[in-house]
């Protein structure tokens, strides 16, 4: 499979901005390289920092399948960051377009991709050999093009808040569920069913590969949020953006138990004003707000 790469070359202060609009204009993965670290693509996973050297200016690179309109992509994206820098500095501003073959750019990459552990997960690639301490629960990930490798802020605090709230027998939503990372450890920490879902048909298939390599047994499949499922559950996850959950908010409550909570996250700092507005507006109580960098997770639950 094919994919356009669009890079923006813009500044550190709008990496998150930027991410977050080709985020909302439907990209299946974004990446961020600048100074020391660099993360490939919607990875967000940590590189070796003595491969690169020192830039004066960050890119945000956006993957989108070869059947996209890219004319007017590159408009769209040209019209709103003419709009962000009303309020943030955007540099330059240069979008470039290549293309890129998804299977030619895996096997670049892999070598850069390290193991790392939050609380006692490690999330471990496939191809790396790894032993962890005993106490430490292994998830091991091959993402391919797939939202998740466990060290984009956004996913470190939806693990960190899994280990702290799913406990055994519980019955598990993932939406959004990307290369299936927080599937996998919400079943790994014993939930006795979990669902994922995506709605894009290469985060199935890479969640499916994911769920079979560590030997777990998930449903997964391609829908629309919440869109359809009858089921209520006792926990719903979901790491996405903020415009996306603010609509989830509408409707998650009806696949939530009474008293169930709603894990969410990818939330830039600067739109969490709006979502707990929706929260609130939509009668989700709120648990806790926490931060890391420039983003958010929220943590909510359904009333009885």
Known sequence: MRWYEISIKTTEEAEDAISNILYELGANGVAIEDNEIVTRPNLWDYIDENQFTKKDYARVYAYFPENSNILELIHTIEERLKEASKYINVGEGKISVSEIDEKDWAEEWKKYYKPVEIGNIAIVPSWEDY???????IVRLDPGMAFGTGTHESTILCLEAIQEYVKPEMDVLDVGTGSGILAIAAKKFLARR??????????????????RLNGVEIEIKK???????EEKFDLVVANIVADII????????????DNGIFISSG????????VLKS??????????????????LVVSKKTA
């Open 131 to 137: 032993k962890a301490e005993d106490s430490k629960t």
């Open 194 to 211: 979990v669902l994922a879902v995506d709605i894009d048909e290469v985060a199935v298939k890479v969640a499916e590969e994911n769920a």
């Open 223 to 229: 829908n629309d949020l919440v869109e359809g499922i």
């Open 246 to 257: 603010m609509r989830l908010s509408r409707d998650v409550k009806k696949v939530l138990k």
């Open 267 to 274: 939330i830039i700092e600067d739109r969490l004003e709006y």
């Open 279 to 296: 929260f609130e507006k939509n009668s989700l109580e709120i648990v806790e707000v926490k931060k890391m960098g420039t983003w958010c």
